[in-house]
């Protein structure tokens, strides 16, 4: 009797791709040391294939020195990534102003993260550029594109604050907390609409001409009210605000919507030097001084932007590769006096 032994089947074309193709996702210039990659059962739903085929190709991966697998946890690309020590916030230099909606945000940033013993360092942009980010540091910003953009570039994690993450590869390592514009300034046409009983006749005060937040807000306002007439102020402060007050207040306009509390501040300021009644008047942000002032505001929920951002901190800190996750939060109307 002539025995011979089992010749084992040549590998199919379609195994090699799948295998070649996970080879091609580790071995990318994307694969973040550290993350986790596809367990067998993803390997298998997503290509198609059995789970023990499934399982010998990560096996092997493995095997090559491409893939790192631990009993019980996962498989993951191989290396470590940097541990990161603390946070690096980078806000825009108006946060150093008291009552500023970045003064508030950070303040409670800083408070948050040292009641859980988390270190941070400040890094405050100079001009339009963006400082140097701390390689052992989480960078935390609030508007300042530039540092965003760094941090993108350099593919590194980062989170930003009331902003969009940037389009494009290195979004997918910057994570953010956020408010929708466009539906805030929807917000604030309705409180007035509802207020006034009118569908028309408003004047609008927006920020700089440029600044998308601004321009998303005023959209939002005019998908309502369409005929609402719109002046821009040369920044967000109250000193730009009050140059332009007379101009929204011509008319006068049945009400008021500006693109933010200090401008909101400047209407009324304005009013009273007039000696003018104040139209119905609705703010953005609810920063500090929409409190003192008693006006209407389509308000951050800063409790809850403070809670995520620091969620999404903690995360990083302790490790957490996996992809950027953007966090959208609804505005909180704010009704005071004003309106």
Same mark, same amino acid.
């Given at each position: 009797?002539?025995?011979?032994?089992?010749?084992?089947?040549?590998?199919?074309?379609?195994?090699?791709?799948?295998?070649?193709?996970?080879?091609?996702?580790?071995?990318?210039?994307?694969?973040?040391?550290?993350?986790?990659?596809?367990?067998?059962?993803?390997?298998?739903?997503?290509?198609?294939?059995?789970?023990?085929?499934?399982?010998?190709?990560?096996?092997?991966?493995?095997?090559?020195?491409?893939?790192?697998?631990?009993?019980?946890?996962?498989?993951?690309?191989?290396?470590?990534?940097?541990?990161?020590?603390?946070?690096?916030?980078?806000?825009?230099?108006?946060?150093?102003?008291?009552?500023?909606?970045?003064?508030?945000?950070?303040?409670?940033?800083?408070? *948050?993260?040292? !009641? $859980?013993?988390?270190?941070?360092?400040? @890094?405050? #942009?100079? &001009?339009?550029? %963006?400082?140097?980010? /701390?390689?052992?540091?989480?960078?935390?910003?609030?508007?300042?594109?530039?540092?965003?953009?760094?941090?993108?570039?350099?593919?590194?994690?980062?989170?930003?604050?009331?902003?969009?993450?940037?389009?494009?590869?290195?979004?997918?390592?910057?994570?953010?907390?956020?408010?929708?514009?466009?539906?805030?300034?929807?917000?604030?046409?309705?409180?007035?609409?509802?207020?006034?009983?009118?569908?028309?006749?408003?004047?609008?005060?927006?920020?700089?001409?440029?600044?998308?937040?601004?321009?998303?807000?005023?959209?939002?306002?005019?998908?309502?009210?369409?005929?609402?007439?719109?002046?821009?102020?040369?920044?967000?402060?109250?000193? *730009?605000?009050? !140059? $332009?007050?007379?101009?929204?207040?011509? @008319?006068? #306009?049945? &009400?008021?919507? %500006?693109?933010?509390? /200090?401008?909101?501040?400047?209407?009324?300021?304005?009013?009273?030097?007039?000696?003018?009644?104040?139209?119905?008047?609705?703010?953005?942000?609810?920063?500090?001084?929409?409190?003192?002032?008693?006006?209407?505001?389509?308000?951050?929920?800063?409790?809850?932007?403070?809670?995520?951002?620091?969620?999404?901190?903690?995360?990083?800190?302790?490790?957490?590769?996996?992809?950027?996750?953007?966090?959208?939060?609804?505005?909180?109307?704010?009704?005071?006096?004003?309106?």
């Amino acid at each position: 009797m002539i025995i011979t032994s089992a010749v084992p089947r040549p590998r199919s074309s379609r195994v090699i791709e799948v295998k070649a193709a996970l080879a091609a996702r580790l071995q990318s210039d994307l694969a973040h040391p550290g993350r986790r990659f596809f367990s067998a059962r993803a390997v298998a739903q997503r290509f198609a294939v059995s789970y023990q085929t499934a399982h010998r190709l990560l096996a092997e991966l493995q095997a090559e020195g491409l893939l790192r697998r631990e009993a019980a946890s996962g498989s993951y690309v191989p290396g470590r990534h940097a541990a990161l020590r603390g946070v690096q916030f980078v806000f825009h230099r108006r946060a150093r102003r008291k009552g500023s909606f970045g003064a508030h945000l950070l303040a409670q940033l800083e408070a *948050a993260l040292a !009641a $859980r013993g988390i270190a941070f360092t400040h @890094g405050w #942009p100079a &001009g339009a550029g %963006a400082p140097r980010l /701390r390689s052992d540091h989480l960078p935390v910003i609030w508007d300042c594109r530039a540092a965003v953009q760094s941090a993108a570039t350099a593919r590194r994690f980062a989170l930003c604050l009331n902003d969009l993450p940037p389009a494009g590869l290195g979004g997918g390592y910057v994570d953010a907390v956020t408010t929708d514009d466009f539906s805030g300034g929807a917000c604030a046409a309705e409180l007035l609409k509802s207020r006034t009983g009118r569908a028309g006749g408003f004047a609008v005060l927006g920020g700089p001409i440029g600044d998308v937040r601004s321009e998303r807000r005023i959209a939002g306002f005019r998908a309502h009210v369409e005929s609402a007439r719109v002046v821009c102020a040369d920044s967000w402060f109250l000193e *730009a605000g009050l !140059a $332009r007050a007379a101009e929204v207040l011509r @008319g006068p #306009p049945v &009400g008021v919507f %500006a693109c933010n509390d /200090r401008l909101a501040e400047a209407v009324l300021l304005a009013c009273r030097e007039q000696k003018r009644p104040l139209p119905p008047l609705v703010g953005f942000d609810n920063a500090p001084i929409a409190e003192h002032l008693r006006l209407t505001t389509v308000g951050i929920p800063w409790h809850s932007m403070v809670n995520q951002a620091v969620a999404l901190i903690v995360d990083r800190l302790q490790g957490g590769t996996d992809p950027a996750r953007l966090v959208s939060l609804a505005h909180e109307p704010v009704l005071r006096l004003t309106c």
